[in-house]
């Protein structure tokens, strides 16, 4: 049930009672937004986080009927540099574990942690994303208020690439932590390529889902700070279609 709905600037802000129903709204609404696309267009191009944040609904669109998966290009917004390929914390892992190996993509086209040269590997995922312009991004927000990994040093709403090479800030880090993905901050990676704020932003529709209490102040800061890369998520509030979706415990401080 919704307990509160408003406008940040051009943001919708919507809080749900509870995780689920948050899940279940961002999942109907994604997927109606993607069967009216494919109602028009031959093919369409969606990108999706990875992180726990995202499991109700990457959840719900795997099991909705209607959706021809067939004629969907999917992307992914960020990687470590260096993990182990076959590390179960590796975004390319978690997508593939919660959605890609399920269903019939068009393609799945992901980052490369373990290129040789991490910066040619930004090149070649940036140029692919500039040539198949996304339609919807479904996205979450960290503690620090980072989207995909743009933390707020390295965070820049005029990048003129669409990926790079970032450095991990120490609070992002932690939360990998937090989230039960790795056992000790020490095991986190440093560095990581990240799709930038103007190429998520590019997305026709943004759909972000931010659960948990760990992240209530993430969207306190979001609704309410300047728009600025302090917190990085701030830029929401510019987009033209962009909806936050959270439950009772990340929505505590704007109740």
């Known amino acids: 049930m919704i307990v509160k709905e408003f406008m940040a600037e051009k943001l919708k802000v919507m809080a749900f009672d509870t995780r689920a129903a948050m899940g ?3 999942g109907e609404d994604a997927a109606a937004y993607i069967k009216a696309l494919l109602a ?4 369409i191009n969606v990108m999706f986080a990875a992180a726990p944040s ?12 209607g959706i021809d998966w067939s004629r969907i290009n999917a992307y992914h917004m960020d990687e470590y540099v260096g993990l182990d390929e076959k590390h179960p914390a590796g975004f390319r892992n978690f997508l593939k ?4 190996d399920s269903l019939p993509f068009k393609s799945v086209n992901l980052i ?12 070649r995922y940036g140029k692919l994303l500039d040539e198949n312009p996304l339609d919807l991004c479904v996205l979450g927000i960290g503690e620090n208020g980072h989207i995909a990994f743009n933390d707020p040093p ?10 790079k090479v970032v450095e991990l800030e120490q609070r992002c880090r932690q939360q990998q932590v937090n989230d039960g993905c790795f056992a000790a901050i020490d ?7 990240s799709v930038t704020i103007p190429a998520l932003t590019r997305a026709k529709k943004m759909v972000c889902v931010v659960p948990a209490p ?5 969207v306190y800061h979001t609704v309410n700070d300047p728009v600025s890369t302090a917190c990085p998520a701030t830029i929401l509030r510019t987009h033209p279609d962009c909806c936050l979706y959270t439950d009772s415990d990340s929505a505590a401080r704007i109740l």
């Open 40 to 43: 028009q267009k031959e093919s």
């Open 214 to 218: 760990t992240k209530a102040d993430a």
């Open 187 to 193: 095991q986190v990676p440093t560095h990581a390529l």
């Open 97 to 100: 574990r919660a959605l890609f």
């Open 24 to 26: 279940t709204r961002a």
């Open 112 to 123: 490369n942690g373990n290129a040789p040269d991490a910066n040619e590997e930004a090149a």
């Open 54 to 65: 995202q499991n109700e609904v990457l959840e719900y669109l795997k099991g909705e009927d």
């Open 154 to 163: 390295v965070a820049d709403f005029n990048d003129k690439v669409s990926v």
